[in-house]
């Protein structure tokens, strides 16, 4: 079992995260004349606690050295009123079968076409 670790942290918006489409008041401000403004989306972001914006960053390295690094990540955005920390899963390399499909293919070198997939719609 190799040392090396990885794990994602995100930080996306209310319309890309599945949320919008689900969400009869976003759809209807999206539908109004002239669209949504940054400020609504913002407004209806901070109204229903559902992350404006979210990001992703992969952290790699030995064990130790991936947790100091959320650890000082997670610190870092602490400085940002509202913002929120989620760790997701801490994967120890070469993956199995199981994990690679829980985890973000690309992040382990694993060619794919999801990220096409983003804001299309579900049907």
């Known amino acids: 079992m190799s040392r090396w670790s990885t794990v994602s942290t995100s930080v996306g918006n209310p319309i890309s995260s599945g949320f ?4 009869a008041d976003l759809q209807a401000l999206l ?7 940054p ?13 404006y914006w979210t990001c992703t960053l992969p952290i790699y390295g030995p064990e130790k050295v991936v947790r100091a690094k959320m650890e000082y ?3 870092r955005f602490a400085a940002i009123a509202g ?4 760790q997701t899963d801490l994967f120890r ?5 199981e994990q690679l499909e829980r985890a ?3 992040d382990f070198g694993v060619p794919n076409l999801s990220t096409f997939s983003i804001g299309a719609a579900a049907r």
């Not at 919008?20 to 969400?23: A, H, I, L, N």
């Not at 913002?83 to 989620?86: G, Q």
């Open 93 to 97: 390399i070469p993956l199995s079968p």
């Open 39 to 51: 400020e609504a989306l913002e407004s209806i972001a901070v109204a229903k606690q559902i992350p």
């Open 31 to 37: 539908r109004s004349p002239g669209g949504a403004t």
């Open 73 to 75: 990540v997670q610190e």
């Open 104 to 106: 973000h293919k690309v």
């Open 83 to 86: 913002s929120t920390f989620t």
């Open 20 to 23: 919008g489409q689900r969400d």
